[in-house]
Each structure stands twice: as C-alpha cells, then as structure tokens.
C-alpha cells in the first residue's frame, strides 16, 4: 500500500483546505487510514484517523470541529476536510495507513505504510 497525498497550499486564517490520500496497492477491510502532520522542528502529530468502512474515526483534540475525516471506498482515497484553518496548522500532512489490530492509534510509530507529504501553510 503506498498513500500519495495531494491538496495542500497556501490560505489565509479562517479558509479550509480539502487534502487528498490516494491508496495505491491492495487494500482491504482490516485497513485503518489517518492523516499526521508535522511543523518545522517539532514531532509528527496525529491529526485524524479512520476505517474502511468511514464507521469510526477520531480527531486531535486540536481540530476537532474544524478538520473532517472521510474515506471514499470506491476512489481508494482519503480526505480531510480542514476548516477556520490557523496559522498553528501550518505543517506538513502526510497520510499513513495499515492494518492494525487496535482501533486508531495516535502512536506514529504504530503505522507502517506512509505519503511523502504535502505542505500546509496558513498565514495571519
């Protein structure tokens, strides 16, 4: 399974952005998707998390309702919604994904298969 992300920009505070996850490669119902992000010199972060089915997903504290986490099983893609964007939002996204035994875990290190990344900058 290899993501590729896309959707990122540059927007001003108080706009939204809708980032991509293509899911290149074989993939099934026991899959698990998130989205991650990383700021320049700090740690990569859990954003969102999802399941195939779209039945269950979970969010950072920091974006809940602002960022929306959807998948569409047809396209093999994942979205995020990402409203009343901030300037604290800036950073790199990147899509992770695999199959996991347990739910949606926050734990980078949990996630074995990974995007490239697409940058996210939001201006004052």
């Known amino acids: 399974v290899q993501p590729v992300e896309s959707g990122g920009g540059l927007v001003q505070a108080g706009e939204s952005l809708r980032l991509s996850c293509f899911l290149s490669?074989?993939?099934?119902?026991?899959?698990?998707f998130a989205w991650f992000r990383q700021a320049p010199g700090k740690e990569r972060d859990f954003v969102a998390g999802?399941?195939?089915?779209?039945?269950?997903?979970r969010y950072a504290d920091s974006v809940k309702g602002r960022f929306t986490v959807s998948i569409d099983r047809d396209m093999n893609t994942m979205y995020l919604q990402a409203n009343n964007l901030k300037p604290e939002d800036t950073a790199v996204y990147y899509c992770?994904?695999?199959?996991?035994?347990?739910?949606?875990?926050?734990?980078?290190?949990?996630?074995?298969?990974w995007g490239q990344g697409t940058q996210v900058t939001v201006s004052s």
């Open positions: 999802i399941t195939w089915s779209g039945g269950t997903t």
């Open positions: 992770a994904a695999g199959a996991l035994a347990v739910g949606l875990p926050m734990a980078k290190d949990t996630w074995p298969f």
């Open positions: 490669g074989r993939t099934s119902a026991t899959y698990t």
